[in-house]
């Protein structure tokens, strides 16, 4: 029997447009095609690891304001098998909003968390008392950093195990990495994160870090650096894929595959992840990876 998977983290709407044109300082420019639909870094990765998981159940900790946003947010939630008795309704509080613009193949993206804002130490704290040693907890920066740092310190005491996602980018105290089982920094971050080159910060955290790397896959070090490439695809929106592959990830570990098995799962989850617009609509289920998988 699997671990059970806990993401603590943002519930959002996106609202995405596609644009030919980035506007300058001052300009209007026309974009096409808006798309509303749930997202959020913790959602995003609790709906991947519900459609991946095979017997895991898969919680999410996280709030919503009392607005239709938040019905739409619960709902996906829900639709997707996550257990969301630990989602808070915020009275008088709008749910989070990430605006997104979608350019060549990229994405721009501004984030206002408000309900998100509210997932305090007070909140999430007594939640984990529920969980059991062994049970694994994820986590991004789209909430509180106390928060974060925080559940880092109880989930130390109480045996859980931490996969932090470091994204958006934010200082992160170093002492805190020792209690984290997995960190998992795109590229950009991990630069951001540590002083020395890339390949420094690997051999220092030896089957710890993780850093995806898109098109290129993913490294890790385990006596020397570890490459598992990415499988090719064709990228219509890249967002949510990082997203995609943190819960993939935390999937296969709650299973007890070893950590190279696991990337590879989470590699391939998100090649699916980048074929569809929307950060949650291209993630695939376990029959699609499995599938790839065995080809
Ligand atoms: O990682 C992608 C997510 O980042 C989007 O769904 C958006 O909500 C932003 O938070």
Not at 43 to 55: E, H, I, P
Not at 124 to 130: A, T
Not at 196 to 204: G, P
């Amino acid at each position: 029997m699997a671990h059970k998977i806990i993401i603590i983290g943002s519930a959002s709407m996106d609202l995405t447009v596609q644009t030919q044109m980035i506007p300058e300082q001052g300009e209007t420019v026309l974009g096409e095609n808006l798309l509303m639909a749930p997202g959020g870094k913790g959602a995003n990765q609790a709906v991947s690891a519900a459609r991946l998981k095979r017997d895991q159940d898969v919680y999410m900790i996280g709030a919503v304001g009392d607005d239709a946003f938040g019905k739409q947010i619960l709902d996906n939630l829900q639709q997707h098998c996550v257990n969301t008795q630990y989602m808070q309704t915020v009275e008088g509080e709008h749910s989070g909003t990430a605006h997104i613009t979608l350019f060549e193949q990229d994405n721009r993206i501004i984030v206002v968390p408000a309900a998100n804002n509210t997932i305090l130490p007070e909140v999430v704290l007594p939640i984990l008392q529920q969980f059991e040693p062994g049970d694994f907890i994820m986590m991004q920066q789209e909430i509180p950093e106390e928060t974060v740092e925080a559940v880092i310190e109880e989930a130390a005491l109480l045996g859980l195990k931490v996969i932090l996602n470091p994204a958006p980018y934010r200082p992160l105290d170093k002492k805190l990495l020792d209690k984290v089982a997995y960190l998992t920094p795109n590229e950009s971050e991990c630069r951001q994160l540590f002083d020395e080159s890339m390949d420094d910060a690997l051999a220092q955290h030896p089957n710890q870090l993780i850093v995806t790397l898109g098109a290129e896959g993913a490294v890790y070090f385990d006596e020397t650096r570890q490459t598992v490439p990415a499988y090719p695809c064709e990228v219509v929106d890249t967002t949510g894929a990082g997203d995609t592959f943190n819960g993939a990830l935390a999937v296969a570990l709650s299973e007890g595959q070893s950590l190279e098995t696991a990337i590879q799962f989470a590699n391939s989850a998100s090649s699916f992840a980048v074929t569809a617009l929307g950060a949650q609509g291209g993630i695939p289920t376990r029959e699609e990876v499995d599938e790839a998988l065995n080809k």
